[in-house]
């Protein structure tokens, strides 16, 4: 029972860091059919800002420690802001309509330049931000097993992003609009409803998600460079598992990825990079499109 529980834990908690990098990639592929590899950039972009500020704030006597926890969020929303809609204005915009594969290209393009623009500003030296991580302490699980507070709450967000997500595109005016989007852009135009905004509010959340996804990862990691390229290719794998474009499918994937990861380094560690890769393959052989995904016609 011990190791059942360290598998279910470990898995949740790998999950649900999988799910906040994924949902903005997600997202925007969603709505814009942008499939954006600089998706990890905003991760890294995120995580180093908040490790900066975090450790500038513990360097001195800023006042209580537990305000640190707001300059994560903080430095995620400002920064992923700001980095999403220069890239959705300046360039983007340009391109809406374009072939998916183009737009791979340049959001590669772009991955790149913005690696090499991290490093310019912050250097190629690690980062440390885990004052936050050490705040909330350890929690006892079946006597022998003890997990970091810090670890179990990312779970708690995951999960609110998630309904907010849900509840945005569900339940309000605008979330309507966004679906009208989704399912027959040409339509939504001749119905009056401003494609190009949506499309900035789009990017711009997308940016946020997956820079509060750095941000609220950079207390328990080194900060160095590199770390959007390794993280694109994971939330790549989740939202193909799961279907490009659903929220649900984003969230069904990183669980059956994370469990099944958490199962492979309990019980065969060898098998930790192959086992995440193996269940992609496996349910691609099953379904092309993904758990959730949907096949769309294509016009020719």
């Not at 030296?125 to 003890?146: H, K, N």
Request: aromatic share 12%.
């Amino acid at each position: 029972m011990t190791s059942f529980f360290a598998i279910l834990i470990d898995g949740a908690i790998y999950a649900s860091w999988l799910f906040l990098v994924a949902a903005g990639l997600t997202i925007i592929y969603g709505v814009m059919r942008v499939l954006n590899m600089a998706h990890g950039s905003f991760y890294a972009i995120g995580a180093y800002s908040a490790a900066s500020l975090v450790g500038w704030y513990f360097s001195g006597e800023h006042g209580n420690p537990y305000w640190s926890f707001l300059l994560l969020i903080g430095c995620a929303l400002v920064s992923g802001a700001i980095v999403g809609v220069i890239i959705e204005k300046g360039l983007l915009r340009f391109l809406h309509g374009r072939d998916e594969i183009l737009m791979v290209i340049v959001t590669y393009a772009l991955l790149l330049i913005l690696e090499d623009a991290t490093k310019l500003i912050w250097g190629v030296d690690p980062y440390f931000a885990y004052q936050p991580y050490r705040l909330l302490g350890q929690t006892a699980v079946g006597g022998s097993l003890r997990f970091a507070n810090y670890d179990l709450v990312l779970i708690a967000v995951s999960i609110l992003v998630g309904l907010a997500a849900w509840f945005v595109l569900n339940r309000t005016n605008k979330g309507r609009l966004l679906r009208a989007v989704i399912h027959d852009r040409e339509i939504a135009i001749a119905m009056g409803v401003n494609v190009n905004a949506m499309f900035a509010a789009t990017f711009a959340i997308g940016s946020v998600l997956g820079a509060l996804a750095g941000a609220l990862t950079a207390p328990a990691i080194s900060v160095t460079p590199g770390i959007g390229v390794e993280v694109i290719v994971l939330a790549f794998a989740v939202v193909v598992v799961g279907g490009l474009g659903s929220i649900g499918g984003a969230a069904a994937g990183a669980i059956l990825v994370g469990l099944s990861r958490s199962f492979a380094v309990h019980v065969a560690p060898e098998f930790e990079l192959f086992v995440i890769y193996g269940v992609m393959f496996l349910v691609l052989a099953i379904r092309p499109q993904g758990l959730f995904g949907q096949t769309l016609a294509r016009r020719i």
